[in-house]
């Protein structure tokens, strides 16, 4: 069973910024998507950020210009760096990789607060 290891988060004030960073615990192969996705209270879990192997990134609408996600595939590390930072970015952030003909593997969350 792959583990995602994530850290980062925390207590910012809006317009500041924080970065998130997520490994995994062993050397992986073939890893396809990494990304990270939310979750707020009381909110379905949504997608932030996702990022492939040749570099392709996608992003949800509301983070658009304000977050940059980046990976590193000799470390098997995916991070996001979040700008402008507001109180609608509040949310517990989950790292995931997906991999061929497996599960995909998510991380154990980092509380992001946003106090405005």
């Known amino acids: 069973q792959v583990q995602l290891v994530e850290s980062g988060g925390g207590l910012v004030q809006a317009g500041g910024s924080l970065r998130l960073s997520c490994s995994a615990s062993?050397?992986?192969?073939?890893?396809?998507?990494m990304g990270w996705y939310r979750q707020a209270p009381g909110k379905q879990r949504e997608v932030v950020a996702l990022?492939?192997?040749?570099?392709?990134?996608d992003y949800a609408d509301s983070v658009k210009g304000r977050f940059t996600i980046s990976r590193d595939n000799a470390k098997f590390t995916v991070n996001l760096q979040m700008n402008s930072l507001e109180a609608d970015d509040t949310a517990v952030y989950y790292c995931?990789?997906?991999?061929?003909?497996?599960?995909?593997?998510w991380g154990q969350g980092t509380q992001v607060t946003v106090s405005s």
């Open positions: 995931f990789a997906d991999r061929p003909l497996s599960p995909r593997a």
């Open positions: 990022i492939f192997p040749n570099g392709i990134t």
């Open positions: 062993r050397i992986l192969t073939s890893i396809n998507a």
